[in-house]
């Protein structure tokens, strides 16, 4: 949608705002000709910049759109882990354009964003439903980690998102294994798409959709992050897409340095499921295990205690048992 210099000409403009910036200026400052210039500009308003052309004054942008693209992402990012950002428009899937990249050698912290989604994915082959009002983004992660020594990841992105909502106003939980909840509904979840061999995880694509706004059509369970922040400042997808990237950045970091352990007093501040009643199902819905939740152990698997004693679930979906606690009293 928009890519490295029309970020640069985006840069020029709002330098220059409220004022405009001498078109001749902006063509010699990037080595271009004007009618490049102007090229880029006609593009610019195409992904909904509204930029006025005044004669013997140049460009002044007057509104940029409230999508989250590369050009409206990158200036507000604090951290400089992500090298590279694309998309911000319309994709089947981030995961599969991510995986695409990864696939072809974009290196660790390249990101695929996106304003809506056609075929979003969710765990376990469930759909996600990514209408507009939503954020939708895939990183590419190297971690140099045997795959096993990898399985946090999800529970870190998950730390990492929980800390971006939080700059954002947001105080939110976390539900094993990959729900960032708010007030009881699902604001955000994480897919984590791994390509590995033996000794080491080649790549990893992590998928995070988070619920913005409200929109016709969406799920019951669904909270969303807007009914959570300040009403003053309405929040925009490029916000809340630079603060998910930077709480990632910022989470990943730790972990690379310290391991999970790093984050494990922060995961059990915002886990939800600590002391609850749950029972733990795979795929196809079999019960894996049923207990009372006890927090995450260092390889970020669930541990349960139930009849048998303490079990550490490594995968599952989760549901809480409030119907046992009523069973027992
Ligand atoms: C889940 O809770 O089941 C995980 C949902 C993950 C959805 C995100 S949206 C961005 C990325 N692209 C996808 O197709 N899926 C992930």
Same mark, same amino acid.
């Given at each position: 949608?928009?890519?490295?210099?029309? $970020?640069?000409?985006?840069?020029?403009? /709002?330098?220059?705002?409220?004022?405009?910036? @001498?078109? $001749?200026?902006?063509?010699?400052?990037?080595?271009? @000709?004007?009618?490049?210039v102007a090229k880029r500009v006609s593009g610019l308003r195409a992904a909904g910049y509204d930029i006025a052309a005044e004669a013997g004054a140049g460009y002044r942008l007057l509104a940029a759109p409230d999508l989250p693209l590369p050009s409206e992402v990158a200036p507000l990012l604090r951290s400089g &882990?992500?090298? /590279?950002?694309?998309?911000?428009?319309?994709?089947?899937? *981030?995961?599969?354009?991510a995986k695409a990249l990864a696939r072809a050698g974009a290196p660790e912290g390249t990101v695929v964003l996106a304003a809506e989604q056609t075929a979003g994915r969710g765990r376990l082959g469930r759909a996600w439903a990514s209408p507009h009002g939503g954020v939708y983004v895939s990183v590419v992660l190297r971690p140099p980690l045997a795959p096993a020594d990898a399985a946090p990841?999800?529970?870190?992105?998950?730390?990492?998102?929980?800390?971006?909502f939080a700059t954002l106003g947001a105080e939110t939980g976390l539900k094993w294994p990959n729900d960032v909840v708010l007030g009881g509904g699902k604001v955000a979840?994480?897919?984590?798409?791994t390509s590995a061999e033996a000794d080491r995880a080649e790549w990893v694509v992590a998928g995070c959709g988070v619920n913005v706004r409200r929109s016709p059509g969406a799920p019951a369970s669904a909270a969303f992050l807007a009914?959570? *922040?300040?009403?003053?400042?309405?929040?925009?997808?490029?916000?809340?897409?630079?603060?998910?990237?930077?709480?990632?950045? @910022?989470?990943?970091?730790? &972990?690379?340095?310290?391991g999970f352990v790093a984050l494990a007093e922060e995961y059990a501040s915002r886990d939800v499921l600590a002391?609850?009643?749950? *029972?733990? /199902?795979?795929?196809?819905? $079999?019960?894996?295990?049923?207990?009372?939740? $006890?927090?995450?152990?260092?390889?970020? /698997?669930?541990?349960?205690?139930?009849?048998d004693g303490e079990v550490a679930v490594a995968a599952g979906e989760v549901t809480l048992r409030p119907d046992v606690r009523e069973a027992s009293t």
């Open positions: 949608m928009t890519d490295e210099r029309d $970020e640069r000409i985006l840069a020029a403009l /709002r330098e220059a705002a409220p004022a405009a910036a @001498s078109g $001749e200026a902006i063509a010699a400052s990037l080595g271009m @000709s004007r009618a490049a &882990f992500w090298v /590279r950002l694309t998309g911000g428009g319309s994709t089947g899937s *981030t995961n599969d354009d990841l999800a529970l870190v992105v998950g730390v990492g998102l929980a800390r971006g979840g994480v897919l984590l798409e009914d959570a *922040t300040p009403d003053a400042t309405p929040l925009r997808l490029a916000a809340v897409a630079a603060a998910c990237l930077d709480g990632i950045a @910022s989470a990943y970091g730790d &972990f690379a340095t310290g002391g609850r009643d749950v *029972t733990v /199902r795979d795929g196809a819905g $079999e019960v894996r295990a049923t207990g009372v939740a $006890e927090g995450v152990d260092g390889s970020g /698997r669930l541990i349960i205690e139930g009849q």
